[in-house]
């Protein structure tokens, strides 16, 4: 790829419900092969989680923490020893990643996508439409994996 064409940096946006096990390992590579900085990217729509006696408000740094261990085993399956940031915010999921995405300077968002009916796609755009839309970057979507 061209120097010039390369993105310097790289983002990929997680949940524990969908780990994105496919657009972690092509974004690893690219990092890699690139020496692209990578971002892993956690979107909440809630503020915080139920604990044993009520609802308790996580700060953002403990979003991300706890994100982070959730999917640790994954991350290191698919990035190995590849340095990464993690950032996290509180927001729309479309909404997030793309505010993640202007903050940080992220030249490339890699995400994966799942099939969805065509009842969802009429009542309820999906988060990759969005993002694509809406992205100050380019978007590679990727399908989602099952493995």
Do not use: N, W
């Amino acid at each position: 790829m061209h120097s010039l064409l390369a993105p310097k940096t790289i983002m990929v946006p997680l949940t524990t419900e969908r780990p994105a096990r496919l657009a972690l390992r092509a974004a690893g590579q690219m990092a890699r092969q690139l020496g692209s900085r990578l971002i892993l990217a956690y979107v909440s729509p809630e503020p915080g989680h139920m604990e044993q006696v009520g609802f308790r408000v996580e700060t953002i740094d403990e979003i991300r923490d706890r994100l982070e261990g959730a999917l640790g085993d994954i991350i290191k399956e698919e990035l190995g020893d590849l340095p990464h940031e993690a950032v996290a915010r509180v927001d729309d999921p479309a909404d997030g990643i793309v505010t993640l995405a202007r903050m940080h300077g992220v030249d490339l968002i890699v995400l994966e996508t799942r099939p969805r009916s065509l009842l969802e796609r009429v009542f309820k755009p999906s988060v990759s439409a969005k993002v694509v839309q809406h992205a100050p970057c380019a978007v590679l979507v990727l399908p989602e994996t099952t493995a």
